[in-house]
């Protein structure tokens, strides 16, 4: 079992930044990829980011040059820089790991079997 816990949202106005940090504990050993993930009210939920345990990266197209996914693995941590933030961006931000690559699993996250509680993010105009 793996357990997720997500932290560092906020309210923040837009043009501004954040930092999400996403703290894995348990067994982290058989999960490949790490995503956050985001949903607003009324909107499906959106695959913002994916990081690989050798580092590789990918990127929805809404959020690319903006946002940047980072890990820290003797901290078993993920972190999201969210940076140049819209209103849009608005959303509930959750961290989820899977056994499968990011590739594979495309973001999708029907592919994540392990979430965290999410933090809130607010971007005013």
């Known amino acids: 079992q793996v357990h997720l816990v997500e932290s560092g949202g906020g309210s923040v106005q837009a043009g501004g930044s954040l930092r999400l940090s996403c703290a894995a504990s348990?067994?982290?050993?058989?999960?490949?990829?790490t995503g956050w993930f985001r949903q607003a009210p009324g909107k499906e939920r959106e695959g913002v980011a994916g990081?690989?345990?050798?580092?590789?990266?990918s990127y929805a197209d809404s959020v690319k040059g903006r946002f940047t996914i980072s890990q820290d693995n003797a901290r078993n941590t993920v972190y999201l820089q969210m940076s140049s933030l819209k209103p849009e961006d608005t959303a509930m931000y959750y961290c989820?790991?899977?056994?499968?690559?990011?590739?594979?699993?495309?973001?999708?996250?029907?592919?994540?079997?392990?979430w965290g509680q999410g933090t809130q993010v607010t971007v005013s105009s």
């Open positions: 990081i690989e345990r050798d580092g590789s990266t």
């Open positions: 348990g067994y982290t050993y058989d999960t490949y990829c």
């Open positions: 989820a790991a899977s056994g499968l690559g990011c590739y594979t699993t495309r973001l999708w996250g029907s592919y994540f079997p392990y």
